[in-house]
């Protein structure tokens, strides 16, 4: 059977399994911060139950760092470089109905890239991934296993023309955005959905000015001018309903997505200093919370499905109650990070693993982390350079003595 290979600080974790007879079993916690500095082409990996440094990993360029929804892989995108390369995350479990089993081995940089002009949007479900490039016209299509076995089996579906937009995987199809016809240097204007053999399937969704995207439970949204596009599947076909926004709302319209964990719902930006809660099975689906000043980042808890957590240039993270759509608690954290500048400064990030936030201060060149529980700041993480993008992969599950040989 397979032998897991530990880091040190699982290892630690692990002690007291020396001692235990071989047909023992152990429930492991076991949660890892992925960092990429904001100017140097490096990615961190820290553990975040000790803060201790495990790994450093060299790429081509400043990555943004996007997970695989089983936290098996972390790919760094280098816009930059035009280069997306994958890092094993180490943590991977597997579901036995009752409970899950974990391995966890160390992390490592694998041997596959993606390469292509301006590598962008990463979209991953249900084992499919989509890597988006903006100076192609074709979006590539690989599924997660392959890319852990060292495999480049790639599908390859046209977008028309190379233009910023994203595809959304589906089994045996994509959901992918239009370019604008006149000029695909413009937001596109819709989303299609087209066959792995390159067909089209169905009419085209209109979706003006088309940029965020998120998945929730079993839907996926797109944002537009006018709304959100909602993706489901029938069969296995994607179907796409537009969801209006309410004539209540000021006038606006999101950009960026985040899809709750747990509880089915998105929330995004909504002009500078608001942000919108969207229950996409409610009638009345879209609720404004009003922030002390402008956003700078915003996640949500995928342990506790109830908050979300939004940074704000006054250097304070706020939790959400997304089901009072309110603001329930605030702390300070860094000095003023102000929004005026270029898009790409280096600002704080958020992660969310186990029961503590970790906040990026890339000025400062160390991650701040926060007790879940009492929201107060319990202790910093140093981090050489400019810590910015930010992951978190983990969790607990089974490991079973009579069926694993653990070692350092």
Not at 172 to 195: H, L, T
Not at 219 to 230: K, R, V
Not at 358 to 363: G, I, K, N
Request: contains cysteine; glycine residues 10%.
């Amino acid at each position: 059977m397979k032998k897991l290979l530990l880091s040190a600080s699982v290892s630690a974790l692990l002690a007291g399994l020396a001692g235990m007879p071989a047909h023992a079993d152990e429930e492991v916690n076991a949660w890892r911060l992925f960092v990429a500095d904001h100017d140097k082409p490096v990615v961190t990996v820290i553990d975040a139950l000790n803060s201790s440094k495990m790994a450093t990993f060299p790429v081509k360029g400043p990555a943004n760092l996007a997970r695989s929804e089983s936290g098996a892989t972390v790919f760094a995108i280098q816009g930059s470089a035009g280069e997306v390369s994958v890092i094993s995350s180490g943590i991977a479990f597997h579901d036995h109905g009752d409970h899950a089993d974990i391995d966890v081995d160390p992390p490592r940089l694998l041997d596959l890239t993606l390469t292509g002009k301006k590598p962008g949007h990463f979209v991953e479900r249900q084992g499919k991934v989509a890597q988006w490039f903006d100076g192609e016209d074709n979006a590539e299509i690989l599924s997660e296993k392959a890319v852990l076995a060292g495999k480049k089996e790639i599908a390859r579906v046209n977008v028309v023309a190379p233009h910023h937009g994203v595809a959304v995987p589906y089994d045996r199809y994509a959901v992918v955005s239009i370019p604008n016809p006149e000029d695909a240097s413009k937001r596109p204007i819709g989303a299609r959905v087209v066959g792995l053999d390159g067909k089209k399937v169905g009419e085209d969704a209109p979706c003006p000015g088309l940029h965020g995207s998120a998945g929730s439970g079993d839907i996926f949204a797109l944002s537009c001018e006018t709304g959100l596009l909602l993706i489901s599947q029938k069969g296995d076909t994607p179907v796409i309903k537009h969801l209006p926004y309410a004539a209540s709302l000021p006038e606006g319209s999101t950009s960026t997505l985040i899809g709750g964990k747990g509880l089915q719902y998105f929330i995004g930006n909504y002009g500078p200093d608001r942000i919108i809660l969207v229950d996409p099975t409610e009638t009345d689906s879209f609720r404004l919370i009003q922030l002390p000043t402008r956003r700078v980042h915003f996640v949500v808890d995928p342990v506790r499905s109830k908050f979300a957590y939004v940074f704000t240039e006054d250097g304070k993270l706020h939790q959400i109650d997304v089901l009072k759509g309110e603001i329930s608690k605030s702390v300070t954290l860094t000095e003023p990070y102000s929004m005026d500048g270029h898009w790409n400064d280096p600002r704080p990030r958020i992660a969310v693993a186990d029961k503590q936030i970790f906040v990026t201060d890339p000025l400062k060149s160390k991650i701040d982390v926060v007790d879940a529980d009492s929201f107060k700041k319990t202790g910093e993480i140093n981090v050489a350079g400019q810590p910015f993008n930010i992951v978190a992969v983990g969790g607990s599950g089974m490991v079973h003595g009579h069926s694993h040989d653990h070692h350092d």
